[in-house]
């Protein structure tokens, strides 16, 4: 039982290219979460999902795009990388109406 | 705006002693909140939860605290170990059940 893994671990972009990071959760949970996380500071929601097919916006949605196409994934695509979106990315899942998110591991996103 | 915050950023006991981690909430229409533990290089771990209708929630050595009186959620671990040590973060459910707004975290260090 992997919990929730995140793909890839680590990156280093240019300014301007785009990529998609993977979250999968094998705990057949309907929620899913995209968190950033900068220095200092505590997580902020970027977007999340409340079930397959279903996306909405959370606190910092703009730059980023996201798809839930199979229940157990959860895209966050950012098409043109700026470096303000240098950070670290948690995806997270839950069950309906029970407390608390399971945390992937993050992935360290470098925009130079 | 409304948010979550903390009180001390960084926070220094000696193990064994018990530790209190603060955090003030202006939202007074939250009603459930989650402490989370974040170990170097990982993703935040639930500890804990409690929700308005509650005052006080025990755990294995941790209490939380509410007292929504002046908006204030306080984390409490009994007997505070070596392995304890980690930046502590309150959230705050504020829209609904599953979407959570986090503080920006106490550092907890642990001196053998």
């Known amino acids: 039982n992997a919990g929730v893994t995140q793909t890839p671990k680590f990156r280093v972009l240019k300014t301007g290219q785009s990529m998609t990071l993977l979250c999968a959760q094998d705990m057949n949970h309907e929620y899913m979460y995209w968190y950033r996380q900068d220095p200092g500071m505590g997580l902020r929601l970027i977007h999340y999902?409340?079930?397959?097919?279903?996306?909405a916006k959370g606190e910092v949605p703009d730059g980023y795009n996201v798809s839930r196409l199979k229940k157990q994934n959860f895209l966050l695509g950012l098409e043109s990388a700026a470096p303000s979106q240098t950070s670290v990315y948690f995806c997270a899942s839950s069950y309906s109406g029970v407390p608390g998110a399971f945390f992937g591991q993050g992935t360290r996103l470098t925009v130079v | 705006g409304e948010s979550v915050g903390l009180h001390l950023p960084t926070l220094s006991v000696q193990e064994g002693d018990n530790s209190i981690i603060n955090c003030a909430y202006s939202?007074?229409?939250?009603?459930?909140f989650i402490w989370y533990k974040q170990e170097s290089g990982k993703g935040p771990q639930f500890i804990i939860d409690i929700r308005s209708n509650m005052d006080k929630r025990q755990g294995q050595r941790v209490t939380v605290l509410l007292n929504k009186t002046v908006k204030h959620l306080s984390l409490q671990i009994a007997a505070t170990q070596p392995g304890d040590s980690a930046v502590y973060f309150c959230a705050e459910n504020r829209d609904n059940f599953n979407k959570f707004y986090f503080g920006s975290g106490t550092k907890l260090n642990v001196k053998p």
């Open positions: 939202n007074s229409a939250s009603d459930y």
């Open positions: 999902s409340v079930g397959e097919g279903t996306t």
